[in-house]
């Protein structure tokens, strides 16, 4: 299958500092979404992207669709407490509507945060 | 509002047993996802569903069998399950035509 590299793996930061992190892939994508993961929950949806160059916040978060449509970054400015958890990137190959819509996902971003 | 709920949320069972995951959506959402989340592999299909009566396999089918006799349940059945199978599972759904996919709380199974 599709691969979807994100980095970093982890991250270990001082709250109130800024965070970023990014998924690359040698294949284009039509749509990026991110979601954060708490422990023992299921992932949430944080921002969706669906056109490349787009930029998208919500709240202290904002993500980008990269141009070449191979790449997508998420920052968190910042960061608080309740921030700690795993991020997610997930990209959709082709959407047609009709079929499976292709979903692949990055293994994540182990985010941590030290008082 | 309880939008989409999985039971149960633990799971222990033995080798060899035949294990059923449920899942329930309010949305009324067409297509509905099973993942499974391992360390080192991320979320990985198993099985989706379209339409109530239409499924078809992701990623990693092998060991699982779905049904989707309604539109809002999507049970997954480990019909004799192994240890390979110890995992979290997750149960994911979507609009028709909508790209976001939203998940269930996940059932953390234990196959002893």
């Known amino acids: 299958g599709q691969q979807l590299n994100q980095s970093p793996q982890s991250m270990f930061i001082q709250e109130g500092e800024d965070v970023s992190m990014n998924c690359t892939s040698s294949?284009?994508?039509?749509?990026w979404l991110w979601y954060k993961q708490d422990p023992g929950e299921g992932p949430v949806l944080l921002i969706a992207?669906?056109?490349?160059?787009e930029l998208t916040s919500n709240g202290r978060l904002t993500a980008q669709f990269g141009i070449t449509r191979k790449d997508s970054f998420l920052n968190i400015s910042a960061s608080i407490p309740s921030d700690v958890g795993i991020y997610f990137c997930a990209g959709q190959l082709r959407y047609s509507g009709g079929g499976a819509d292709g979903l692949t996902f990055g293994k994540g971003t182990h985010l941590i945060i030290q008082p | 509002d309880a939008g989409i709920t999985q039971s149960p949320r633990y799971k222990i069972t033995e080798t060899g047993r035949q294990v059923t995951l449920m899942c329930h959506q309010t949305w009324s959402h067409s297509y509905m996802f099973w993942y499974r989340q391992d360390l080192g592999h991320g979320l990985r299909l198993i099985y989706y569903s379209a339409a109530a009566d239409i499924t078809d396999k992701g990623e990693v089918p092998d060991g699982y069998v779905v049904s989707r006799s309604k539109t809002e349940n999507f049970p997954l059945t480990l019909e004799s399950a192994t240890r390979s199978q110890t995992s979290v599972y997750f149960c994911?759904?979507?609009?028709?035509?909508?790209?976001?996919?939203?998940f269930g709380p996940g059932t953390r199974l234990t196959v002893l």
């Open positions: 294949s284009i994508f039509n749509t």
């Open positions: 994911a759904s979507r609009f028709n035509r909508g790209r976001e996919q939203f």
């Open positions: 992207l669906y056109k490349a160059g």
